[in-house]
């Protein structure tokens, strides 16, 4: 396991070229940590004994673990003997691997019940140090195979079927010898992995336990707790008033934290940068899209194409502007809803409707949707303590997907749980078809996966509103999702570039320095020196609140994905059964080739403006159908 690989360990766990997603954040916005209106009811949690009956089976396994762990370099010289004694190997080690991302499971989701569980964070610390010693363990692995030699690895893949489930990754292995160092020099990077590691577990701890997160009262009395879930839940107040306290309140904390953050972050960019070198690579940039073959022509198209359709962006302020009955739109203006809407999308409502929108993906994909949505495996409602957000841990190969939620039962909530489930579903395709060691599937193709769920329910919701007030609000929302997931990704991923290029070029990084290249860069795309939208200074410190950045061009992907699910689901809506077919090959393809391939064995080119553009043609239509309401 590389440095590199460990540092996104939250994110995903990579070994021997295998890379395991173990979470999969999908909501943008979180909302979870506080009490709603779901504080007085029962919750709903999932069943960890799927994975251990008991804490102390879990503590048995984990030392089995360790001990199996140990062993593992003895087979080192041997891969070279015969295809016997490399299938042998690989095999015991894919084992190893397999039962400890099983017991790193266990700890992440007990953990994320409730942060505030010292026993909970010193079990995932475990777990952690636990994949270090693993990374040490099986360092030698890579830089053998290609020691070895090209013809004799492919001989040994053509005589022994035993490799066919490694045959991908010996593949890839062989196509970035460029980039794998010897023995020693990947020990030492095996073994710093866990420190290199640490700025995301800082950065959490500090945001989530240790920031004195104010206290504010609203024009309605009502007192309010400022954490992060307090802030994404009543940013969208109704009172203008209220917007800008909690804007200016919120933001004015981040502000006090703005040296501790910039060191937190720029010591992540620096190891990235680092590792960037000593790996041979000519920036950051490339060894994140090397990862997994994606060409630069896709991030550059991706941000080519955004920039170009920043009219399209400004046009939507415009219009909110209209709708909210505002002269001149402020950065507090975003986030309230177009339209109100007093409607209640409990988890039962939210199961009931998601599955008959997605009822265009046909019956192949909505029969495992029911199995997710009826099953044991969600945690559904906020609680004090619980991580905000929400994901999906779809790791445990021989168990089944897990799904945390903050549901609020709100129109949110229920896009948020069918985003989520979508994951879910994912997974449970992929490992019907495929063997662990190609269960992986890109980031780059798991929101897509879940994104068109998105609009889907979107498009669901709008045909069968009672009214055109309701039609609005899902108008608005889909508006809403858009910018979030297209335009504000992308801007995310326009500042984690510059900062990774200041420090390539030599440049100091600090928290001043990110807020003015975050200030410069969410004055561009929100109109700023046009006067479309209005930038505070405070709120330039908006860079330090996001967590994604520690997950190292991770975001770039919801642009893409939002892009592409846009593209799907143009056509699937059309009846297409053709797109339908090859929606469903692609998610049973899991991690059996490069995810920019299988993009195109399904007709999608992910270099070409196509997906980007479609992604531009739903927000026009959108806007279209809104103005032939209000002309009405």
């Not at 703005?258 to 010591?267: A, M, N, V």
């Not at 798991?446 to 039609?471: G, V």
């Amino acid at each position: 396991m590389s440095v590199h690989d460990f540092k996104r360990l939250v994110a995903r766990v990579s070994v021997l070229g295998f890379a395991f997603l173990l979470s999969s954040c999908g909501t943008v916005n979180s909302q979870g940590g506080e009490t709603s209106m779901t504080e007085e009811r029962e919750q709903i949690a999932w069943d960890l004994t799927d994975l251990y009956a008991t804490p102390e089976a879990w503590e048995q396994a984990y030392e089995d673990v360790l001990e199996q762990i140990a062993a593992l370099p003895r087979y080192q010289g041997t891969l070279g003997r015969s295809p016997n004694s490399l299938a042998f190997a690989l095999t015991r080690i894919s084992e190893v691997q397999k039962e400890a991302i099983r017991v790193y499971i266990y700890t992440s989701l007990k953990s994320d019940e409730d942060q505030r569980v010292s026993e909970s964070q010193e079990r995932l610390s475990q777990s952690r140090a636990m994949f270090s010693e693993y990374s040490q363990a099986v360092s030698w692995v890579a830089p053998e195979i290609i020691s070895i030699g090209e013809e004799t690895i492919r001989a040994y893949m053509s005589e022994d079927p035993r490799l066919d489930p490694f045959d991908f990754y010996l593949e890839d292995l062989l196509a970035n010898a460029e980039h794998t160092l010897g023995d020693e020099a990947e020990a030492v990077l095996a073994a710093v992995g866990i420190v290199l590691g640490s700025p995301n577990n800082i950065y959490e701890l500090l945001v989530n336990a240790d920031v004195p997160w104010p206290t504010i009262e609203l024009s309605t009395g009502e007192e309010v707790f400022l954490n992060q879930a307090g802030y994404s839940r009543h940013r969208a107040a109704a009172n203008r008033e209220d917007r800008i306290l909690v804007f200016d309140t919120f933001w004015s904390m981040w502000q006090e934290y703005l040296d501790s953050i910039g060191l937190i972050l720029s010591t992540e960019v620096n190891a990235n940068v680092a590792t960037a070198r000593v790996r041979n690579y000519d920036n950051v940039l490339q060894m994140q899209l090397s990862e997994e073959n994606i060409p630069t022509q896709v991030y550059d198209t991706l941000v080519e194409e955004v920039n170009a359709s920043l009219p399209t962006l400004h046009r939507y302020f415009e219009l909110r502007g209209q709708m909210l009955g505002v002269d001149q739109m402020y950065y507090y203006d975003i986030y309230p809803p177009l339209i109100e809407l007093d409607l209640v999308f409990d988890i039962e409502t939210s199961r009931d409707i998601t599955l008959e929108a997605l009822e265009p993906l046909g019956t192949e994909y909505t029969g495992p949707m029911e199995a997710v949505a009826n099953s044991d495996w969600l945690h559904v409602y906020p609680q004090p303590g619980k991580r905000s957000g929400a994901y999906m841990n779809g790791s445990g190969y021989d168990v089944h997907p897990y799904v945390l939620l903050n549901h609020n039962d709100d129109f949110n909530s229920m896009s948020t749980y069918a985003h989520e489930l979508g994951h879910a579903v994912h997974t449970l395709l992929t490992t019907a078809v495929q063997p662990f060691e190609k269960s992986d599937y890109s980031t780059f193709i798991a929101e897509i996966a879940s994104q068109i769920n998105e609009i889907l329910l979107e498009e669901y919701m709008i045909a069968n509103a009672e009214s055109d007030e309701e039609r609005l609000f899902y108008l608005g929302y889909s508006l809403e999702s858009m910018r979030g997931s297209f335009y504000r990704q992308t801007m995310f991923s326009e500042f984690e570039h510059a900062i990774h290029k200041a420090v390539e070029a030599g440049e100091p990084l600090s928290g001043e320095r990110m807020n003015e290249i975050y200030g410069d860069l969410l004055k561009t795309y929100h109109g700023h020196d046009e006067g479309v939208l209005l930038i505070d200074d405070t709120y330039t410190a908006e860079w330090a609140y996001i967590p994604h950045f520690y997950y190292d061009f991770y975001v770039y992907q919801y642009s893409t994905s939002i892009a592409g699910a846009a593209w799907f689901a143009e056509r699937l809506l059309a009846g297409d059964q053709e797109v339908q077919r090859a929606f469903i090959e692609l998610l049973q393809a899991g991690g059996s080739d490069y995810p920019y391939e299988l993009l195109k064995t399904a007709g999608l080119d992910m270099a070409s403006p196509e997906p980007y553009r479609a992604a531009v043609r739903r927000m026009d239509s959108v806007m279209d159908r809104i103005e032939t309401i209000l002309a009405n």
